[in-house]
């Protein structure tokens, strides 16, 4: 479970019927990855089911923010950040992925003139968190500062996970030097923040520009009227920033992996971005018309979901698909499990974008990868639109290659990434 736990708890609730109960010292689990039961854990009786214990550790470094919050105010708050992740945003949006995409694209023709590889994992999260920054804060952030601030993402992560699998954690306050290295992490996040929102503060309000930092500075609480309390902001723009540009990033990563291991898939893909837009730039509406291009990213996101699996504590008593479940048990829902449920997939393992072409058939509720329920993730559309404008115009420009028989494995922390780096060849296509 150590190495592997994405895979370890789907392969032993599947092996065990969709659940199985096991222990951990103390604690109870039960491992699950039925569909069904999940909506049923996240939607039907989401009451009964807050975050489990670990998950709650993110709030060590991340804040009790919309991630996190299980409070009162979480809906409300939702409420009133949700509306700068859609429609106006995401227009905006594609006009700024198209320019962050082909700044990073302009860098692998170099590499490519160069003969050299591009380490992709490492270009795809700079895009995706240039695009992210200039969204929420509209100046961007400068190459360095991103540098930065993915470094501490990550090293959050791994600080998180030891933290998960300990089985005596001391109190934030106690300077051990764990907690010395998250303190270092979170003031690492706080600082990047705050000097962009004293920036911002320091402007008059209409001279605010239009991106999501303005957004959430001016939005007030429909029932009181009080805007977003400024240690609540800071800890709700570090969360979209980090959530934003990881979970992209990883997924849009294993879409170019997948698609340069799959030739022939390639090959669709760029006839139809070339079909569709002819030569253009890709926008809301002609984005829309790349259906094969779509269904790549869901067959990616099926295949390697950016949150693997979800974990709920049982608040009382239950019984799910004749399953007992009692108050106190630590649930293990595993996303990567029902994504690979042959039951529900032919040949799971398999990548085949056609099973998300229009008329296919295909169970809606075995597909999760933003979750589902109450807490769905917000920025879903956000995160779908960036990854079809980046995917558009690396097809104008490029085929796409690895060496050959390499394989990557995947590292299941709070995204699943893959385990090593992924020596990119990009090979420039005639323009024409």
Known sequence: MGAAPHRYVAQIARENGGFVRFRVLHRSFVACANAEAIRHILVGNHENYPRAFHSLNGVVVFGNGLIFNEGDGWLARRRMILPSLRTESVHGLCAISNQETLKILDEWQASSLAGEPVDLLLQIHRLTISVMGRALLTSGVDREESDAFADAIRESVILLRQRNRSLYNPPTWVPTLHNRRLKSVQRTLDGFIERHLKARES????????????????????????????????????????????????????????????????????????????????????????????????????????????????????????????????????????????????????FRPERFLPGSAW???????????????????????????????????????????????????????????????VHARPRP
Request: charged residues 25%; proline residues 7%; contains cysteine.
């Open 203 to 350: 402007m008059p309000e209409v001279d605010y520009p239009d991106d999501i930092l303005s957004h959430m500075l001016r939005v007030r609480d429909p029932e009181t009227g009080e805007a977003i309390p400024r240690g609540d902001l800071i800890v709700e723009t570090k969360t979209l920033f980090a959530a934003g540009f990881e979970t992209t990033g990883a997924s849009l990563t294993w879409c170019i992996y997948l698609l340069a291991k799959h030739p022939e898939v390639a090959a669709k893909w760029r006839q139809e971005v070339d079909t569709v837009l002819e030569g253009g730039e890709p926008t809301t509406g002609n984005i829309a018309r790349l259906e094969y291009t779509a269904a790549i990213v869901h067959e990616a996101l099926r295949i390697y979901p950016p949150v693997h699996g979800l974990s709920r504590d049982a608040l009382a008593d239950d019984e799910i698909s004749g399953m007992k479940i009692y108050a106190g048990d630590t649930i293990l829902l595993s996303l990567f499990g029902v994504h690979h449920d042959p039951g529900d997939w032919e040949s799971p393992t398999e």
């Open 363 to 425: 169970k809606r509720e075995s597909f999760i990868p933003f979750s589902v329920g109450k807490h769905r993730c917000i920025g879903n559309v956000f995160a779908q639109t960036e990854m079809l404008v980046a995917l558009s115009l690396i097809a104008q420009r490029f085929e796409l290659s690895l060496p050959d028989g390499f394989e990557v494995g995947e590292d299941a922390f709070i995204t699943l990434t893959p385990n090593r780096k992924i020596p990119l060849s």
